[in-house]
């Protein structure tokens, strides 16, 4: 006799038609997992601290973003965010989105750093953070949910490679945080 995964029920008869209802989704966490997940559903999407601040109104639409890369301004070296045209046309630009690729995930100087939590997947939460991320201090503090995907697919987030610019992309729009004084 054949058996379910869940449990020792026997399994069906081959060709029966069965809807199974998985257990709770977060029943298979450790208590520490558990903790770390409450801890994310219970922060609120807060504005990043100083010294970052949004770029323009911080969610440009963008309809069908697939994916995001940066460039440095061959001029003054400031961050780029192109899809290599005007001062970078025909230099290749690595890119991160639907198709892979990664963004970087530390800032130089300052011990910033980037996570992508998933505590009610699909939805995805963009975490800025200082030290231990997560998992010590608390929002707003030493970290802050500073994105939260629920209305259309992350497609990337992380920082340039000066770490100057911090950049979250969806399906449909893209969020840009800069620490720099000028732009």
């Not at 608390?138 to 920082?159: K, M, N, P």
Request: charged share 15%.
């Amino acid at each position: 006799m054949y058996t379910t995964d869940f449990d020792s029920t026997p399994a069906p008869p081959c060709g029966t038609l069965v809807a199974l209802i998985a257990p709770k989704r977060h029943a298979l966490l450790t208590e520490y997992q558990q903790k770390l997940r409450d801890r994310c559903l219970a922060a609120p999407v807060m504005p990043a601290p100083e010294p970052w601040r949004p770029v323009l109104d911080n969610r440009t639409p963008i309809g069908g973003l697939l994916g995001i890369g940066f460039a440095t301004h061959p001029g003054n070296g400031h961050d780029l965010v192109c899809p290599g045209f005007g001062p970078i046309a025909g230099v290749p630009v690595r890119t991160a989105g639907l198709f892979g690729g990664g963004l970087h995930s530390g800032a130089a100087g300052g011990g910033w750093t980037v996570d992508v939590v998933s505590p009610e997947w699909p939805h995805d939460q963009v975490i800025l953070s200082t030290g231990y991320g997560i998992h010590k201090g608390q929002a707003g503090e030493t970290w802050w949910h500073v994105f939260h995907a629920d209305y259309s697919e992350l497609r990337a987030a992380g920082f340039s490679p000066s770490g100057q610019t911090l950049a979250v992309a969806t399906s449909s729009d893209l969020s840009l945080w800069t620490r720099r004084g000028t732009h």
